[in-house]
Each structure stands twice: as C-alpha cells, then as structure tokens.
C-alpha cells in the first residue's frame, strides 16, 4: 500500500517543481526585458550591445545630453577608452540616445523638481 503511494506523492513534487522552475524562468526573461533600466526605444538593443561592455548602463543613464554632445562622447571614448568603430550603427545609437537621454528629459526626472534637494547626485555606479 506504502509503495504504491509513493510515486503519486513524487509525481506531484515533481508538478510543483517543475511550477517552480516555469516561475523561474519567466521572471528571469521578464529581467532581460527592461534593458537594463535604460527606457525601450528602436535601438537600445544596438546600446545594449556595444555600451555595456566596460561599465554598466547607469552611466548612461545619469548621463543626458544633446546629440552632439554624445557624439563627442563616443567619439572620446574611441580615442580615449579603447571604443571599437561602430560604422552604421553609430547613428542609431546616437538617434536611441539623444531622445532616450537627451537633454530635455533631463528636468524630469526624479527629485530634480524637488526643490528640497538642492544636490542631485548619484554615486560613482561603475
Ligand atoms: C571599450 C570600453 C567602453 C565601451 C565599449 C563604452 N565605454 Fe563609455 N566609458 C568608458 C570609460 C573607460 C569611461 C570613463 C569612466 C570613468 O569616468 O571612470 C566611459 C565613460 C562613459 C560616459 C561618461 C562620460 C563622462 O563625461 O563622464 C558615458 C556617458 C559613456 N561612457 C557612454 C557610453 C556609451 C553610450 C557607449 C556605447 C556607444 C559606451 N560608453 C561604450 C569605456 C567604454
């Protein structure tokens, strides 16, 4: 009688298990698609590509700036920092960037129209 039970009871941990792992799963694909905190937008899986190799996308993020600006950053970052050329792509990831994080969106975020602060600083997030 005990034996014939058992492999009910197995069969419904294995059920529950493999629940789990779906959950698990799932999750984790929800993860991959918030891009990393940077806002959706045509080209941020080109950003995501070539811009997170050495520092993660917070610098990006606290960054927001005109699109000239950003070509001079990247272009800094080639000279400078070992940034490989990005030939066609470079002009999508400064379109995703200038209106992702361009300057205008600078006002709007978080307790920069707070004007109990005073400072809006992060920590260095490399
Ligand atoms: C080969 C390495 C490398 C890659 C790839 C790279 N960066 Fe950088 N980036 C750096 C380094 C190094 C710094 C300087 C970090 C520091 O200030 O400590 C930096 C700094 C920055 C900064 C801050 C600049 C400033 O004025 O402080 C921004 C913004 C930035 N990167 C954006 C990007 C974007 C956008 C891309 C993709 C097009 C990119 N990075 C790809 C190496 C890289």
Redesign the pocket.
């Known amino acids: 009688m005990v034996r014939s039970k058992l492999p009910g009871k197995l069969r419904v941990k294995f059920i529950l298990l493999a629940g789990l792992m779906l959950l698990a799963s799932d999750l984790a694909a929800k993860e991959e698609m918030d891009y990393q905190g940077l806002p959706p937008g045509a080209g941020v899986d080109l950003?995501l590509e070539?811009?997170t190799?050495?520092?993660s996308t917070d610098?990006?993020r606290k960054?927001h700036m005109s699109r000239e600006a950003?070509d001079k950053?990247?272009t800094w970052?080639q000279e400078k920092?070992?940034?490989w050329e990005?030939g066609k792509d470079r002009q999508i990831?400064l379109d995703y960037?200038s209106k992702a994080q361009g300057v205008e969106k600078n006002k709007a975020v978080g307790r920069r129209n707070n004007p109990m602060y005073e400072f809006d600083y992060k920590p260095n997030p490399?």
């Open positions: 950003v070539n811009c190799a050495c520092h610098i990006i960054n950003w950053t990247i970052m920092q070992g940034l990005l990831i960037l490399l």
